[in-house]
């Protein structure tokens, strides 16, 4: 629940990213989210289609949206299985000793700008 | 539609804030400032505790509050009330605080109560157990309080907010009896979590444990200020 914070971090980040590369406007952002971030897409969009209209820059861009899978790595048969299907404990062997690989990403990918 | 050119940009979003929260805590360490934030669903008790630590504490220590509250005012006026320097921080719909606003909010502190030095600021987080933990506010140790009538799988259920807090302050005890809360469930639920982290049963609202609270947070603040 803390898109709309979220969404002002990316606003910041985009901002910025435009002026080192002294472009005015944005077309679309790119966000690389992991699936077991916490991250409502629906809900992001929505606070992002609202937070935009502050800064002049993204007025007009699109929020896009690239999922990453969520991957959990099993320590004790040494083996991956998706995160979200599974949760903690390996469906190969049983064990709970796991961590994730990959889901928790939280990534500005690109930002399309007007070619020149 | 129009052509574009691609910008790479690859950069996680809350990198910032992070590297934002490392410097304040550095600004704070050097000022000999331990600054404190408690996390807890609404209700759970954080004013409660804040203005019982705060009496404990403040026969040794200069101690400051930060409420940040949607948008009321009302936990600010119970520390004001107490006699206790306490700046209001509105999040104007933000579900949670980051380093930014905890830096402008101890500098408007040190303003309006013209004090030279805090031995102590103390943050009341907004009451929610999921956005605040995501952010890393400055704070020298995070404090979570989990209250006997939300039960005791919360440690489950949150992850993040108990992976990361030093203390569990499990408050409102003196309702156990006519609650199912299991104490031997929660410890386990907050071992999972975090394996060096210390619980402490207590009931703000009439003393019981919290003597036991305020030694762990003295020496807490006496570590912080030496070194
Ligand atoms: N029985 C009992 N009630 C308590 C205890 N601590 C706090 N309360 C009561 O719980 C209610 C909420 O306490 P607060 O301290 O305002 O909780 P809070 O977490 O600051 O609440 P928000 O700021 O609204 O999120 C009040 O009515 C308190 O009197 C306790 O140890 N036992
Ligand atoms: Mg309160
Ligand atoms: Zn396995």
Not at chain 1, 37 to 63: F, T
Not at chain 2, 40 to 45: D, E, K, L, Q, R
Request: hydrophobic share 40%.
């Amino acid at each position: 629940m803390h898109e709309l914070g979220v969404v002002f971090y990316v606003i910041k980040d985009v901002a910025n990213v435009a002026v080192e590369n002294k472009v005015s406007t944005v077309n679309s952002v790119t966000l690389e989210i992991g699936e077991v971030s916490g991250i409502v897409h629906d809900y992001l969009i929505d606070c992002w289609n609202w937070a935009r209209k502050k800064e002049p820059c993204v007025e007009n861009a699109e929020l896009k949206i690239e999922t990453i899978d969520a991957v959990t790595f099993c320590e004790n048969c040494e083996k991956n299985y998706p995160t979200v299907a599974y949760g903690k404990i390996c469906p190969h062997c049983g064990s709970d000793k796991t961590y994730l690989v990959t889901g928790n990403e939280f990534m500005i990918k690109e930002i399309a700008v007007p070619e020149d | 539609m129009n052509r574009c050119d691609i910008l790479d940009v690859k950069k996680t979003i809350l990198e910032d804030n992070d590297a934002d929260a490392n410097l304040l805590r550095e600004n704070l360490r050097n000022k000999r400032t331990f600054y404190m934030n408690v996390m807890s669903s609404p209700g759970a008790g954080k004013t409660t505790t804040i203005l019982a630590t705060i009496k404990a504490l403040s026969s040794k220590y200069k101690v400051g509050v930060l409420q940040a509250d949607i948008d009321s005012d009302v936990d600010a006026l119970t520390i004001l009330n107490a006699g206790f320097p306490c700046i209001q921080l509105h999040t104007g719909g933000m579900c949670h605080l980051d380093a930014d606003m905890s830096r402008q909010a101890i500098k408007r502190l040190y303003e309006v109560s013209s004090e030279e030095h805090y031995d102590v600021i103390i943050l009341e987080n907004v009451g929610n157990l999921v956005c605040p933990a995501e952010f890393d506010t400055g704070a020298s140790m995070d404090v979570v309080i989990l209250s006997v009538p939300e039960g005791d799988d919360k440690p489950l259920k949150y992850p993040l907010v108990f992976e990361k807090s030093e203390a569990v302050i499990i408050n409102k005890i003196d309702a156990l009896p006519v609650f199912d809360f299991d104490m031997v469930k929660v410890h386990e639920g907050v071992r999972m979590r975090n394996q060096t982290s210390k619980v402490f049963p207590v009931s703000a609202l009439n003393g019981d444990g919290m003597d036991a609270w305020y030694e762990f947070l003295m020496t807490k603040v006496e570590a912080w200020q030496n070194g």
